[in-house]
């Protein structure tokens, strides 16, 4: 399957504890992005990679959130000191270039308990 | 800032009957990109449809159609024929077409269900 890969598919954390999640796009994708979605909501952006370097972060992303994209293929995003408002789906999205369609992975959705 | 409405949080259509989602939104642009996406349970979104706003002509897309009320700034999906596997959340996005922000806009969704 060449399709955007996210991993993993589901995360139960206690609250606190830090947490990390990998984005495989699809190759030869230089746009990545990650979007954060709650129940019975529309996913929101958080930030987006053209290739390795991160063009735009949302307000959304606190200073325990950060992401990167080393050598421009799979992204990681990480959440320090997870608080239960953290418990959401986290989408990762790519697309070619800038206009094309983005293709979105199928999640991981996390718990904080 | 753009926003993006979705009036209608739930919608059912019988199986071959068409069906209409409504879509809303703000913005001070004059070029960008309007979408429809489908989020079936548990499923990846996947792009339905697309509108680009200097384009006149709605776009079609086999049963998936839109209606593109710029000045109203409205753009409804409407799905004739409807089968059970239409069944899902859709969201209708924006996204800007130049200035830098690349992002999605997405509206809160519409879960259609389809009755057999």
């Known amino acids: 399957d060449t399709g955007v890969s996210q991993d993993p598919r589901h995360k139960i954390t206690k609250r606190g504890q830090n947490v990390t999640f990998r984005c495989d796009p699809i190759s030869e994708h230089n746009r990545l992005y990650w979007y954060r979605q709650t129940l019975g909501q529309g996913p929101e952006f958080l930030t987006y990679f053209q290739n390795e370097a991160q063009l735009e972060k949302s307000r959304l992303l606190s200073d325990r959130f950060s992401a990167e994209r080393p050598k421009g293929s799979f992204s990681t995003l990480e959440i320090q000191r997870t608080e239960q408002g953290d418990s959401a789906m986290y989408l990762c999205?790519?697309?070619?270039?800038?206009?094309?369609?983005?293709?979105f992975g199928q999640g991981t959705r996390l718990t904080v308990v | 800032a753009q926003t993006v409405t979705q009036s209608q949080p739930e919608m059912s259509v019988q199986e071959a009957e068409t069906v209409t989602l409504s879509c809303t939104y703000d913005?001070?642009?004059?070029?960008?990109?309007l979408f429809w996406y489908k989020q079936p349970p548990s499923r990846q979104m996947i792009l339905v449809i697309r509108q680009e706003a200097y384009k006149q002509q709605n776009a079609t897309e086999n049963r998936f159609s839109v209606n593109f009320q710029k000045a109203a700034k409205s753009f409804s999906l409407k799905i004739s024929d409807s089968q059970l596997g239409d069944a899902a959340m859709y969201f209708c996005a924006y996204r800007r077409t130049q200035g830098g922000s690349e992002k999605l806009v997405f509206g809160k969704g519409t879960k259609l269900t389809v009755n057999p």
């Open positions: 999205a790519s697309s070619l270039r800038v206009n094309t369609e983005a293709f």
């Open positions: 913005t001070s642009e004059s070029d960008y990109y």
